[in-house]
């Protein structure tokens, strides 16, 4: 298992190492408690093995904070914990007090946030955001599936704020395994198009779809090495071209979904959010509960995602695995040997240097510092 080593309380963020900035919406809103802690953790210490400094970005208190504590960390995950999960993993006996509630805090909502001393994870739009205008700009964020047009738009006009973002982070880099399967993939392939932001395949053709490797979709530009990538970057910005760069890494296939099957779910789940008419930012966690957490060896179709477990996200406990009963010779505390889907997506996806000899990818990218660098947990300039 990795180790994360967090920053302290208002340590100033490295100047001379590549920093990472990290989403936290995946982890308040996109996974169950406490496996999303513990992808949160493999997220931290997937950018710290490639030698960058990860900062992960939320707001605690009305207060923006760029690269969180391990306690802060843990608050933002565990604002995700229910009754039951409570009761599964003991904190209900206990009597530890209710984790705070995090809000889901795209860019529009961040003044609104502060303003109201509120707590909030920041989606796509908003770390970008915050990224470029504390930290550093142009800067280097990873994420897991970004967000898009949504099928039926022209009849709901539902279209993320990332694309938006994407357009106006001139020579930033977005990490990411493609777009959300729940998207009207084409759609939002055209709208990037509209917008002038580069999509470059990283080993790969064809656009990436979060948890399935390929969509159909066939990509423009590819890199095969992350020398490549950071090569089209600096040129991106030594051009003075408008909008981000998004680098799409596409989940391995032997942990990739079968399209298909996730097609058959989606329209399942989205008909069901149709006929209970919830819509907009609800309907999200609704239509990714199927995939959230297996039932069973095997759920995901064809292609199953058990072949190859990341040890930083095993299940702390073999009577909580949602696939299968613990053996009886197995001791309490031991791990199973299964995994979150999504949260091994959103780490594959961060991680650029999984094939042996690549190098690491975030130190190849140029940097540029800005006059003053926002520090670490604890510190705004807002």
């Not at 963020?13 to 982890?27: H, Y």
Request: net charge neutral.
């Amino acid at each position: 298992m990795k180790s994360w080593t967090p920053l302290a309380s208002r340590t100033p963020l490295p100047l001379d190492r590549p920093l990472v900035f990290l989403e936290s919406t995946v982890i308040a809103q996109g996974l169950p408690w406490p496996e999303n802690l513990e992808t949160a953790l493999a997220m931290e210490a997937a950018v710290q093995a490639s030698g960058a400094v990860p900062a992960m970005i939320a707001v605690h208190d009305g207060v923006v904070r760029l690269g969180l504590s391990a306690a802060e960390i843990e608050a933002v995950a565990r604002s995700a914990e229910t009754p039951e999960t409570a009761e599964s993993t003991g904190s209900a006996d206990h009597h530890e007090a209710p984790p705070r509630p995090f809000s889901k805090a795209n860019r529009r909502d961040l003044s609104a946030v502060l303003a109201q001393q509120g707590c909030a994870a920041t989606t796509v739009s908003a770390t970008l955001w915050l990224a470029q205008r504390l930290g550093e700009k142009p800067c280097i964020m990873a994420t897991g599936g970004l967000g898009g047009v949504h099928r039926a738009a022209t009849e709901t006009f539902d279209i993320s704020t990332d694309l938006d973002e994407l357009a106006r982070a001139d020579g930033s880099v977005v990490v990411c395994s493609g777009f959300k399967s729940i998207l009207d993939l084409a759609a939002t392939l055209e709208a990037l198009e509209s917008r002038g932001v580069a999509i470059v395949g990283y080993r790969t053709n064809e656009l990436p779809a979060f948890i399935t490797a390929s969509s159909g979709l066939t990509l423009e530009h590819r890199v095969e090495t992350p020398e490549a990538a950071a090569a089209v970057i600096r040129a991106h910005r030594n051009l003075g071209l408008p909008g981000a760069v998004v680098l799409a890494n596409p989940v391995p296939a032997a942990e990739a979904v079968d399209r298909e099957f996730v097609e058959t779910v989606l329209e399942s789940a989205l008909g069901d959010a149709r006929r209970r008419k919830i819509a907009g930012k609800a309907s999200r966690p609704s239509s990714w509960a199927p995939f959230a957490t297996p039932r069973r060896a095997g759920a995901y179709g064809p292609t199953a995602p058990y072949s190859s477990p990341t040890p930083a996200l095993l299940h702390r406990s073999p009577s909580r695995c949602p696939i299968e009963e613990p053996r009886a010779d197995q001791k309490p505390g031991t791990p199973c040997s299964h995994t979150c889907l999504r949260a091994r997506t959103v780490t594959s996806a961060i991680s650029m240097s999984r094939t042996r000899g690549s190098g690491m990818f975030w130190g190849k990218i140029p940097m540029t510092r800005p006059v003053e660098v926002a520090s670490g947990a604890g510190f705004t300039r807002v």
